[in-house]
């Protein structure tokens, strides 16, 4: 847990559900452009389901993609990484060592943005309550290593079963009646200037009078990322499609 506020810095980049893995490899050579210098942020913050699969106590997932958790890992040696995790990747704090990692019972992450209290979260917090339990039991560290010798016995059968079930899902798809529900989640509960979050893939903003509310778009859907490029304005966040011909 971290005491004082974190503060979001110009330049900053934001990225959201990229959702990495075989099916999806496009987020390598975007995290290879930051690692070359090709792209410099001045911080990197990662609102979660980074990854289609990481669990911190499944081996496989860790070794299925080492090559850009050692990108990730020498990035944090140069600047800040802050890592909240989502329903996809968590249990990471031993993964990325030397990130600032969140997970999601410490969401929303208070910070700062130009004296401006902000609100992060990945999203995956304050829903129904059977989704509730779901995700304590995947994210249980007793069940984890249980799961991390069925798989192992196996030769990864059920990890791989997963990747491809994970492949098959539509992660660019409207939600319909978006601003009721997530009204119903956050509005008049927290009080920030802004509020901004990944997990539903929209890329909208809503004004509550409470604060500004920011889902950012995902990383899967199109290459979108986003940079911290002004304080003053409106619109905070200047959105980016990543293109490896950079």
Do not use: W
């Not at 690692?35 to 980074?50: E, M, N, R, V």
């Amino acid at each position: 847990m971290y005491h004082s506020a974190i503060e979001i810095k110009e330049g900053a980049f934001f990225i959201t559900d990229a959702h990495y893995s075989d099916f999806r490899p496009e987020l390598l050579e975007f995290i290879k452009a930051i690692h070359s210098k090709k792209l410099c942020p001045t911080q990197l913050i990662l609102l979660g389901d980074i990854f289609d699969a990481l669990f911190g106590s499944i081996t496989y997932t860790i070794q299925n993609h080492k090559e850009i958790i050692s990108l990730l890992n020498d990035i944090s040696q140069d600047i800040e990484l802050i890592y909240l995790e989502g329903n996809h990747d968590f249990n990471l704090k031993y993964v990325f060592p030397k990130a600032k990692v969140f997970t999601i019972a410490s969401q929303p992450v208070e910070c700062v943005l130009n004296g401006k209290k902000t609100l992060l979260a990945h999203g995956d917090f304050g829903t129904d309550l059977g989704y509730m339990l779901y995700t304590s039991v995947i994210r249980n560290r007793f069940l984890l290593p249980i799961l991390n010798i069925i798989n192992n016995m196996f030769n990864n059968f059920v990890l791989k079963k997963l990747d491809k079930y994970l492949s098959k899902k539509d992660d660019c798809k409207e939600f319909t009646d978006f601003r009721k529900y997530i009204s119903k989640r956050v509005e008049n509960k927290f009080d920030a200037t802004y509020f901004i979050e990944g997990h539903y893939h929209q890329n909208k903003s809503i004004e509550f009078e409470n604060f500004d509310y920011i889902n950012l778009g995902a990383f899967a859907c199109n290459q979108r990322y986003f940079i911290v490029k002004s304080f003053k304005d409106k619109e905070l966040l200047e959105d980016k499609i990543f293109s490896k011909e950079i």
